[in-house]
């Protein structure tokens, strides 16, 4: 029997997001690093934020002051599932000695990475330029690594990871090529607010 699919509720892109950019998910994706974490096979959603001014007034910071070329250029939103945390090699196979085939340096199915026998300088830089390669996206992803029944989740309402990429413009810098640290609090205030609302009934 197959699991149930996730709870999550439908949206699309709003044909008038009002952005800077007019396609911010085909502007995120020339962007390498941006397009291999949209390309994502567990990627559920994605979803172009609304940025049109609202009659009343409210999220006036968010719609109008922080969306322009300058500041806020394009922004979007994902949510995609926990991958399952890669299985701890056991003491027997991490005690073995290894076969000709495990000799490369490279990541094996286990997670971990076999011993380089050959010390010679050129086994040593291939070495070097495979970890390279098999770089993370995320200095966080064994952070956000995780789920499974070890940690509590159940599949019929799996653990969902909600993420949003955002281009910021020159404008909210402080030192120059910096960042302001205020801006922190504001896309942290936006993004959790974002995700708290899509699990509600209405909003």
Not at 31 to 51: E, F, M, Q, S
Not at 58 to 82: G, Y
Not at 186 to 198: K, P, R, Y
Request: hydrophobic share 35%; with cysteine; charged share 20%.
């Amino acid at each position: 029997m197959s699991a149930a699919s996730p709870a999550v509720k439908p949206q699309m892109a709003a044909t008038e997001h009002n952005q800077s950019v007019p396609d911010p998910i085909a502007h995120f994706k020339t962007i390498p690093w941006c397009a291999a974490l949209l390309a994502d096979k567990a990627i559920l959603d994605t979803v172009v934020p609304d940025r049109r001014p609202l009659p009343s007034g409210e999220s006036s910071f968010v719609r109008k002051t922080m969306n322009s070329p300058s500041t806020v250029r394009a922004c979007v939103t994902f949510i995609r599932m926990v991958k399952p945390p890669r299985a701890k090699p056991s003491a027997a196979s991490s005690s073995s000695s290894p076969s000709a085939s495990d000799t490369t340096g490279s990541v094996s199915p286990a997670g971990g990475v076999p011993p380089v026998v050959s010390t010679s300088k050129k086994n040593e830089k291939k070495e070097s330029g495979d970890q390279k390669k098999k770089k993370a996206l995320s200095g966080s992803e064994a952070l956000l690594s995780g789920g499974g029944k070890e940690n509590g989740e159940d599949m019929r309402n799996p653990f969902l990871l909600f993420n949003a990429l955002a281009d910021l413009g020159a404008d909210l810098q402080s030192f120059v090529g910096t960042m302001h640290g205020g801006l922190f609090g504001v896309l942290m205030d936006e993004v959790m607010g974002t995700a708290a609302n899509f699990q509600a009934r209405e909003y």
